[in-house]
């Protein structure tokens, strides 16, 4: 086991892959995972929704040119990730894996010990400058050309919403015009309170927890500045490139954007 991990304290990480089927997560992180499916059972289908959102905007992105990905907030390794799409349209994409997690570098370095395009570094969303700036990262991608960054399930762990903004605005300045960030977030729909507040309650007790899901509105403030891509902010199981803007009602689950910088 790396050295830090505790078992017996829930993750985030591992909560994810057990909604996703995985097998990489510890009875502490089942736990905390059947409570929230407990408050809302269709939390694994929202988890599986995302992980699909992914697929599509990376493939959309790859087959528009981008060569680059940056995955921040990775979480687990699983089925269909960045590299493996990406490089199913362009076999020299390259991608690099970030996440602040032992157990996520760790499992992310056994799986791309033999993809020489795609690595894994450990850092941390907060400070998005020293993500751009690890040597690594600056060894395997050009930030002078276009770069996707993703950042799937994971700014809703950022409680101050200015915070959040700043995070993705320190990333857009650093990314060559051309460049794409791709951002799913949490959104209560007409869940009631109480049911959110337990649901939060259960994430402040994990490792790197303290989930806050926003509005529509409040998440459509993330993107000022930036030109969003196809329907725009939109459930993500309703987005793709030419999918027209989402008319419907917004339901708990996740929203989702591609931007262009």
Sequence with gaps: MPPGVDPTVPNVARMYDYYLGGRDNYEADRDAAERILTLMPQARRWARDNRAFLGRTVRFLAESGVRQFIDIGTGLP????????????????RVVYVDNDAVVVAHGRALLARNGASIVIEGDMHRPRDI??????RALIDLGEPVAVLLLAIVHFVPDLAQARRILGELAAGLAPGSYLVVSHATPGKVGREVVAEGREVYS????????????????????????????????????????????????????????V
Excluded: C, M
């Design 132 to 137: 751009l700036g690890h040597p690594e990262l």
């Design 78 to 93: 699983t089925q269909e990730n960045v590299h493996q799409v990406a490089q199913r349209v362009h076999p020299d994409a």
């Design 205 to 260: 007790a994990a490792a790197s927890g303290g989930i806050t899901p926003r509005s529509p509105k409040e998440l459509a403030a993330l993107f000022d500045g930036l030109d969003l891509i196809g329907p725009g902010l939109t459930p993500v199981n309703h987005w793709a490139p030419d999918a027209p803007p989402y008319t419907g009602e917004v339901e708990a689950g996740f929203l989702g954007a591609v931007a262009r």
